[in-house]
């Protein structure tokens, strides 16, 4: 190795495997997830964590794992849990260039809008038992401006949850 550099392998803590490539809205396609997840081993990231459900993540997981298909260690994640109307729910209503209906169809299979400690405590109970995720994915902001977000309530019982069934 002499004259040249060695580098640990890079860590992505923020990459939707499934989601968008970057593109503008108005030339959105159906992402790649395995060329999303090649691509980034060929630049050097050996671990990513995913933080949203954007994809199939659990067979992406298996076929990582299983060597089928090349690319980093995949962290995966529940669906975004957050207040009814909370972020990212404006965002999907104002910016996903599509028919209401399948907005509304998006935003079941990507987030978890809950109102209440036993919602919380179900959605977290739910996803992990139908995703075997790595993390849960809470959303406590007001993003855009003035949406709502969990109270501190709901937001404790969602944690407690989570930590009960062994995950961050």
Known sequence: G???TLLPGLIDVHAHIGGGDGEPLWDIRLPNARAQLEALLYSGVT??????HD???EALAAQLSAGVIPGPFLYRSTRMITARG????PLYWDVVPAPWPVKGLLIGTAV????????ARA?????VAAFA???????????PPCSPHVSGEVLAAAVAEAHRLGRR
């Open 112 to 119: 978890r809008e809950v109102t209440s400690p036993e919602e």
């Open 47 to 52: 671990t990513v964590l995913s933080p949203a």
């Open 86 to 89: 909370g972020h990212p729910v």
């Open 2 to 4: 002499a004259g040249r």
């Open 55 to 57: 994809a199939d993540t």
């Open 123 to 127: 959605a977290v109970a739910g996803d």
């Open 133 to 143: 995720p790595e993390f849960v994915k809470l959303v406590y902001d007001s993003f």
